[in-house]
């Protein structure tokens, strides 16, 4: 068996001239919650496409389930769930009517996991889809996915549009999908709290880069942010290794640091702080500090003292 499920291999793809996703190499393994990060317009779903077959890449090549993505068969594509952005649904149908539509196309539906998502929403079988909220016709969507019985999952931003309630329900079907390990799960999201109690490796993209690729506990132990405290005005911090972005205050230097070791403990010692403390960082912080690499701000000139 194949230890992993998705192979992507330089994938590239313009828009005309603008690079959305540039020569990306991705494994995804087998039987893991994967989640892809990135800001607005980072290139997820381009690379989500690509990666299922819906978008010809401009360059290079990806496979799922070892075919390649541009000619999965049938009974490759019968093997996966996609639930794109949108939560598309037909508005005239009731809820059990759309089950029964979805899972005439699928032989090895599970109308068990339909009925055990749609309860976690709230959902009443008998509903009309138009009368939904955008929440509850997410909560359908996602159930219609995932009663597929997928080897592979894969979800496009699915929380977009949930309340906390149903964000929670959203959370608990993915658990309960993954109890059994051979089920692969990709995700995409903005809500870095979700991404932080489910998933198991992460990869962030960043202008259609790949920035890093790993799981959950290593990003966040590579991590570290760093408080200087003085009893004037700060110093120059000049170069520290590893140094991600520094946030200067009257007498206070924030430092968000990529690799913090004995190296950048000796280089921040010289710079004389009469107390310096780690403070934890959420997964939120940590990949809002990454993708901030070299940036430096200060609330106060070092003339006058005034916010500038």
């Known amino acids: 068996m194949d230890e992993y499920i998705i192979n992507a291999n330089d994938l590239t793809r313009y828009f005309g001239k603008r690079c959305v996703i540039s020569s990306l190499n991705l494994k995804i393994p087998r039987g893991c919650v994967f989640a892809l990060l990135g800001r607005n317009g980072a290139g997820k779903t381009t690379l989500i496409r690509m990666m299922l077959g819906f978008l010809e890449p401009t360059r290079g090549s990806s496979a799922v389930f070892g075919c390649d993505s541009m000619d999965l068969t049938p009974e490759i594509r019968s093997r996966i769930g996609y639930l794109a952005e949108g939560h598309n649904v037909y508005g005239w149908m009731k809820i059990a009517e759309c089950e029964s539509f979805q899972s005439s196309f699928f032989p090895s539906w599970n109308h068990a996991i339909f009925k055990k998502v749609i309860s976690h929403f709230d959902l009443d079988p008998s509903s009309k889809v138009r009368e939904l909220s955008r929440g509850e016709r997410a ?25 906390p309630v149903a964000r929670r329900s959203l959370l ?57 405290h003085f009893s004037g005005p700060p110093p120059d911090i000049g170069s520290i290794p590893g140094l991600l972005h520094s946030f200067t205050t009257e007498n206070r230097i924030t430092l968000a640091l990529f690799g913090y070791d004995e190296n950048t403990e000796h280089t921040l010692k010289k710079l004389g702080a009469e107390k310096t403390e780690k403070v934890p960082l959420s997964l939120e912080e940590a990949f809002i500090s990454y993708l901030r690499e070299g940036e430096q701000k200060s609330f106060f000139s070092e003339n006058s003292g005034d916010i500038s």
């Open 139 to 163: 909560g359908l969507c996602i159930a219609l996915t995932m009663a597929q019985d997928p080897e592979l999952l894969v979800l496009d931003d699915p929380a977009l549009g949930l309340d």
């Open 172 to 228: 608990e079907s993915m658990v309960y999908l993954t109890q059994k390990g051979e089920k692969t799960i990709l995700f995409s999201s903005h809500l870095l709290s979700d991404v932080e109690r489910v998933a198991d490796r992460i990869s962030i993209i960043d202008k259609g880069i790949l920035r890093t690729e790993c799981t959950l506990d290593t990003f966040r132990r590579n991590i570290s942010r760093i408080v200087l």
